[in-house]
Every structure is written in C-alpha cells, then in structure tokens.
C-alpha cells in the first residue's frame, strides 16, 4: 500500500504562549514523499535526502512529527522517529491523519578538529568590535583564483606552528594543526574560531571581506600582505571548505603589535591586549559557560514545573507571563512542605522578601514558620518583578 506524506525542512521551536511549533526553511522548501507500509527508517532517510538534494554521509537527519490529536497540553514536544518501528508507527498514524507532516531538521555531523573542540559554538559569537571590515568587492572571487595553488605537506615536521624568517621580513606561518588547502569545518563558527586562534598565536590582524552563507573570505590587514583565505560552503549543509589558502606573510613583523582585533570572546588569549569592551564580553562568555544563560533558564521554567509536580506530589506551582510572554511571577509551594506544615506545624506564618541579584534582578518573597525545635520551616517561595500588592497577592 502507498502512502503520499508530506515534508518540510526546519526546525523545532517552543514557547510558553503557544507550546511547539515547526519553523520551516522556505529555501529548502516542501517535498511529497510516497512510502510503502513496509518502508524502513533507512528507507526513510536515503529518500528525504535525495529528494531535497543531501548528502546523507554530511548532515545528519533528525525526522519527527506532531501527533495533535493524541496531545493534551502544548507542551508535549514531537515524536523523533529513531527506528523502523517509530516508522511503523508513524504510517500507521498518517494513514488516518493524512494532514501530518512530517518535520525533516539538518544537523552537521560532529567532526574532531584538534583543539577546537574545547568551544562551545552552539551560537554564533559576536563579532569583535574593533574588526574591520572592508566592503564587498565584486573582483574578490578573481582575486583569489589568480594566486597560486599552496603546497602543504603533511609530514610530522609541519604538525606543529612555527614561523619561517623568509626574504628579511617575510614570514610563511605554516598552519598544518589548524587549517590546509581543502578541509572541512562543520559549521562556519569553527572556520572563524580557527583563524582567530591563528591570529592570536602569530600576532597579525585580517579583514572580513566577505561574509555570507556561501562565501567567507578574509586577507591580511595590511594591503600589501598577500596573506589570505577563501572558504565556501557546501550546498545543503552548514560545512565550509577551505578553497583557496595562501600562507605566505609579506608584511614586516615590525609593524605589528600586541594589540589582535580578531579575537573574540569565546577565543581571547592570555597576555593579549584587548578593547575593554571585549574583555566585558569575554568575562559574560566565561560567566554563561559555568552558569547557564539567563534567557535559556526562563525558557525551561515550564518544563522544570512539570518535572517537580511529577516527583513531588501534591505541589502547587504557578507561572505568569505578560502579554510578550516574559517573566512576571513565579510561585512554588513542595507537596511535602505543605503536608508537613498541616500536620505538625503551629499555624504561624512569617513572610518576607529579598532582593535578586542576577541579570534580570526581581525579589525572592518567601513564607515560613517554626518547627518544633524553633528551626525555620519553608513552605512557599515566590519570585516576581517587585514588592507590591499585585505580587503579594
């Protein structure tokens, strides 16, 4: 039997308002795949990758769907189809819902590339401040076909950075440990991390000529180096390549100083003279990484609330938002603190607040009362905007 599905590339986003919803790539656009019931989960994949042109040994395929009928609350996230037998299941379920969709996100497969895979890129960092940034040349591409093709030779001699003195000021940086003719990268943010790692070892500036989906190039900050790189991306797939790469640095070493203004946050050296506002951004960058981002924490709220009335029985919680869906109020009382304090604690309740001294500030509002050893005995906690009568009630 033939069953007609729907696809669409995309990715998977939720919110509090209004719970999970598909983004769709409207590049990519949709396909309408035909499937026997006998199809397997390789089946599957090797034809959404050929009908929306992928390689499947570059990207790694997440296919899900949304089974709205079977769902009570918005926050039941999508079924990941893993297996023939969730593909089983999702025909089975299609055949009498036959407005799914089948959601279709691309990830990069994981490649280890030396000593950066201590990053965590999973957002683009920002740009250093102090960068700068040419205008787009319409000969760029020219340019760079016209130089010569770069030899590298991947003998253990050259696994390491060293600096070759050549012609009196030249100096030819080779660069096996972190970047030759034809690599690949997995995403564009390990092709920028690697250069600015470079940058800071060597001690000399680049400009961004260009910088889009399909095209990064950079060349050395002083015109007359002829030092520079041209990565284009690979078509249906967030991986770059390097093209174009010619090691060879003409400038004088004199000229350059301690100062590098290609690095950024996530990749800022000891003993590097920065901007302070770079500093600022390398101190947030190293404070997100221990503690978590603020924003991603107000997101996970819900979830976390769920998870606690699962575990705790019989605890009360309630969260409110305005009407842009962020954070007002927050109240959270344990089931156990609750029987706890009906079944031994004299009915004495002491509330007070506290000021917060995170990123988006706010006020602790707690209510406790006294054991039978006089120790403090918590039974609600609140968090909101303020101190005033519409939060205390």
């Given at each position: 039997?033939?069953?007609?599905i729907?696809?669409?590339?995309?990715l998977?986003?939720?919110?509090v308002?209004?719970?999970w919803?598909?983004?769709?790539?409207?590049?990519?656009?949709?396909?309408?795949?035909?499937?026997?019931?006998?199809?397997?989960f390789?089946?599957?994949?090797?034809?959404v990758c050929?009908?929306?042109?992928?390689d499947?040994n570059?990207?790694?395929?997440e296919?899900?769907?949304?089974p709205?009928?079977?769902?009570?609350?918005i926050?039941s996230?999508?079924?990941i189809?893993?297996?023939?037998r969730?593909?089983?299941n999702f025909?089975?379920y299609?055949?009498?819902?036959?407005s799914?969709?089948l959601?279709?996100?691309?990830?990069?497969?994981?490649?280890?590339?030396?000593?950066?895979?201590?990053f965590?890129?999973?957002e683009e960092?920002t740009?250093s401040p102090?960068r700068?940034?040419?205008?787009?040349e319409s000969?760029?591409?020219?340019?760079?076909?016209?130089e010569?093709?770069?030899?590298?030779?991947d003998?253990?001699?050259?696994?390491?950075?060293e600096?070759?003195?050549?012609?009196?000021?030249?100096?030819?940086?080779?660069?096996?440990?972190?970047?030759?003719e034809g690599?690949?990268?997995?995403?564009?943010?390990l092709?920028?991390?690697?250069?600015?790692?470079?940058?800071m070892?060597?001690n000399?500036d680049?400009?961004?000529?260009?910088?889009?989906?399909?095209?990064w190039y950079?060349?050395?900050?002083?015109?007359?180096?002829?030092?520079?790189v041209?990565?284009?991306?690979?078509t249906?797939?967030?991986?770059?390549?390097?093209?174009k790469?010619?090691p060879d640095?003409l400038?004088a070493p004199?000229?350059?100083?301690?100062?590098?203004?290609?690095?950024?946050a996530?990749?800022?050296e000891h003993?590097v003279?920065i901007?302070?506002s770079?500093?600022?951004d390398?101190?947030?960058?190293?404070i997100?990484?221990?503690?978590?981002?603020?924003?991603?924490?107000?997101e996970?709220?819900?979830?976390y609330?769920h998870?606690?009335?699962?575990?705790?029985?019989?605890?009360?919680?309630?969260?409110?938002?305005?009407?842009?869906g962020?954070f007002?109020?927050?109240?959270i009382?344990?089931?156990?603190?609750l029987?706890?304090?009906?079944?031994?604690?004299r009915?004495?309740?002491?509330?007070?607040?506290?000021f917060?001294k995170?990123k988006?500030?706010?006020?602790?509002?707690?209510?406790?009362?006294?054991?039978?050893?006089?120790?403090?005995?918590?039974?609600?906690?609140?968090?909101v905007?303020?101190?005033?009568?519409?939060s205390?009630n």
């Amino acid at each position: 039997m033939k069953i007609h599905i729907y696809a669409s590339c995309g990715l998977w986003k939720s919110s509090v308002k209004n719970g999970w919803g598909f983004l769709v790539d409207d590049e990519k656009g949709g396909r309408l795949l035909t499937l026997d019931t006998s199809s397997t989960f390789d089946d599957l994949k090797v034809m959404v990758c050929e009908d929306f042109g992928l390689d499947i040994n570059v990207v790694k395929l997440e296919l899900s769907y949304l089974p709205s009928d079977l769902i009570n609350s918005i926050d039941s996230p999508p079924v990941i189809i893993t297996n023939d037998r969730q593909v089983r299941n999702f025909l089975t379920y299609v055949k009498n819902k036959a407005s799914t969709r089948l959601s279709v996100s691309i990830q990069s497969k994981v490649v280890k590339s030396n000593s950066i895979d201590d990053f965590d890129l999973n957002e683009e960092a920002t740009e250093s401040p102090n960068r700068e940034e040419d205008p787009m040349e319409s000969d760029e591409s020219d340019d760079m076909d016209s130089e010569e093709d770069v030899e590298v030779h991947d003998n253990d001699a050259d696994k390491k950075c060293e600096k070759e003195k050549s012609d009196g000021n030249g100096v030819r940086f080779s660069l096996v440990d972190f970047v030759k003719e034809g690599q690949h990268f997995s995403s564009k943010m390990l092709l920028k991390v690697a250069f600015e790692i470079c940058a800071m070892k060597h001690n000399f500036d680049y400009k961004l000529v260009k910088s889009d989906k399909k095209v990064w190039y950079i060349r050395c900050s002083d015109d007359d180096c002829s030092w520079r790189v041209r990565a284009e991306g690979l078509t249906g797939s967030s991986y770059f390549i390097i093209k174009k790469y010619v090691p060879d640095h003409l400038c004088a070493p004199s000229r350059r100083n301690g100062s590098v203004r290609t690095a950024s946050a996530k990749t800022i050296e000891h003993g590097v003279e920065i901007s302070y506002s770079l500093a600022w951004d390398a101190r947030e960058y190293a404070i997100n990484a221990v503690k978590g981002i603020p924003e991603k924490g107000y997101e996970k709220i819900p979830k976390y609330l769920h998870m606690m009335r699962e575990a705790n029985p019989g605890t009360q919680t309630s969260y409110e938002t305005d009407s842009k869906g962020r954070f007002r109020f927050l109240f959270i009382s344990f089931g156990q603190s609750l029987r706890g304090f009906h079944a031994a604690i004299r009915k004495v309740i002491v509330v007070d607040g506290t000021f917060l001294k995170s990123k988006y500030r706010g006020v602790l509002l707690v209510a406790t009362a006294l054991d039978g050893n006089s120790n403090l005995y918590p039974i609600a906690f609140g968090v909101v905007d303020s101190e005033n009568d519409l939060s205390w009630n």
